[in-house]
């Protein structure tokens, strides 16, 4: 009995507390110079967590959280001002944080001397024992527990009359354990940049620098290796020119170069590194309002470090892309729009390439003309059209098509809208590949009379380069819901499937792209399912639920595995004025066969009182 009442004893105090402390002033001023304002709000009540696998503890009793925010300003907000919010064991079951047992952190910033002309800003995150995702684009991704770590600093000089300059520095840090498994995914990201922008006479010039450094850990069972860590570094600078012309013209001309290197997996087979110089420029004229001409040139002297450049800009690759020595592309372009009435216009297009990879020269064009209608044809449809002709200059020749549909409708009481888009053969970054793919989409929506309504939607793409067979992606989305002022039901379905390639943050959706080794190339497939409701049966009370599964299978190299994630949460809430009645659960469960670990399960539940407090 004594074990009992010393348990129950700092709840009572703290629902004591929440229930009967007072409000306080809306604003604290310390002296002449601090300004301060911070309000929050606190639980209290009994939580308890269990499960088993990935990590997860088992823990009950009475539970003391908050989440809060502290803003002021030291002598004048435009010298200085600042903003600061922790938050204390926020748990998925009774908040808004995904956290399957309990988040705690700080994120802080300030801001100096603003409006000067001498800006500068500090910002600081650290989250403890929270949730975060690795894994699959467009699917419900795979759970992860750790922590993460961020700083960040910026200053600028803006004075009259001379070019600005900004500078900034910034690094984060980010790990967990997949939920499920003993693998470990992270990184640790380092960034300095600086800007400097000047106008002269007509002429307004940029100028840049970027320095970069990131560490990867992945996952064993999708980098399909023993070791799967990535190292990176790299810098680039640019500085660019543009101006006003005569006939409603503008100028552009801009220049950059970039180094990057890469060590993944720490085997000397997988050392890449690359020097990068692009140069681009272009004009566009106006000389009749309905009528605009363009013009523009670019080269790459290295094919090979722009692509890798592209995808890293997504993450890091985990393997070298080698289109050969000396790859290198060159092209030509030119344009003309124009606007026969509001709803009628017309796009022609012609672009000439000179490129070099893997070791072979090609040359061609790449000819296009499109006409769109904005106007409802038969009050139904609006669409555009057009046909493209490209030659690689080795006796290729390929005709292509590129068309999008769209339709609204209403039908008594439905609403019905859709819309298609179809391309072939259109030309991708290297003349000897083509891509198509089509997308479309459909709604219903029917409002039922006494505030219900009812709403239907569907969607679906498929990708693919012509020049590669099975590599195609696929993927279809369908969803529905039922809601009126006192309920919300919703259901959904998404499959997908294909190739992606891993990154810092995951697996990234995108077709093969040529010179990528194909032990880079990770297959996917996986079906997702859910729903959920919410009832509001009292002004105050409201009541919600979710559940989500998702089924996948994913093939790196060797190792093959079926994953399988469920989630479902529930929620009650009911506030009266600043104080309100809370209780949540929520059941987690992954499994990751490559692992060799059974599923991880984690449960956590929680049921007590929170209010809202303005201390000053």
Known sequence: MDKLRSALMPGVIGLLFLVTIPLAAAQLQLGNDVKLKANGLFTTGYQGNYGDGGGIQNTHGLDFGFNGNISGSYYNPNFLSFNITPYFNQSRADSDYQSLTGASGVTASANLFTGSHFPGSVTYRDDYNSTGTFGLEGQPNFTTHGRGQGFGVGWSALLPGLPTLSASYSQGSGSGTVYGTDQQSGSDTKLFNVRSTYAIDAFRLNGYYDHNTLHSIFPQFLAGEQESVSDTSGHDFGFGANRNLPINGSFYANYSRSEASTDFLGGQDSNSSYTTSTETSGVTF?????????????????????????????????????????????????????????????????????????????????????????????????????????????????????????????????????????????????????????????????????????????????????????????????????????????????????????????????????????????????????????????????????????????????????????????????????????????????????????????????IGVSRWFDFF
């Open 286 to 606: 106006h000389p009749l309002q309905k009528l605009s001409l363009t013009a523009n040139e670019s080269y790459t002297d290295n094919l090979s470090g722009y692509l890798s450049q592209n995808l890293a800009s997504s993450g890091i690759v985990q393997s070298p892309l080698n289109l050969g020595t000396g790859s290198n592309s060159l092209t030509f372009g030119g344009g003309a729009t124009y606007q026969f009435t509001n709803s009628l216009s017309t796009q022609a297009q012609a672009t000439y390439y000179d490129q070099r990879y893997f070791d072979k020269s090609y040359t061609g064009t790449y000819i296009s003309g499109t006409v769109y209608y904005a106007r409802r044809l038969w009050d139904l449809f609006s669409f555009s059209g057009g046909v493209v002709e490209s030659s690689n200059g080795q006796g290729n020749n390929s005709v292509g098509l590129i068309g999008n549909i769209n339709y609204f409708h209403r039908i008594q009481g439905w609403e019905t809208s859709g819309s298609f888009s179809y391309a072939q053969n259109v030309q991708s970054l290297l003349i000897t590949y083509t891509t198509s793919y089509y997308n479309y989409n459909a709604r219903a929506h029917r409002r039922l009379g006494r505030g219900l309504a009812w709403i239907a939607s569907f969607s679906g793409s498929h990708s693919g380069v012509a020049q590669q067979a099975g590599s195609e992606n696929h993927s279809e989305n369908y969803s529905t819901s039922f809601s009126s002022q006192r309920f919300t039901l919703t259901g959904n379905y998404t499959k997908s499937s294909g190739d992606s390639i891993l990154t810092s943050t995951g697996l990234v959706v995108l077709p093969p792209t040529p010179g990528l080794p194909v032990n880079s190339l990770i297959l996917y497939g996986g079906d997702a399912y859910g729903g959920g409701i919410s009832v509001v049966p009292l002004r105050r009370l409201s009541i919600s639920g979710t559940f989500s599964r998702a089924l996948s299978n994913t093939v790196s190299g060797a190792i093959e595995s079926r994953n399988n994630t469920e989630i479902f949460n529930a929620q009650l809430q009911y506030h009266l004025r600043r104080i309100g009645l809370l209780s949540g659960f929520t059941r987690f469960t992954q499994g990751v066969s490559a692992s060799g670990a059974p599923p991880g399960t984690a449960n956590s539940y929680f």
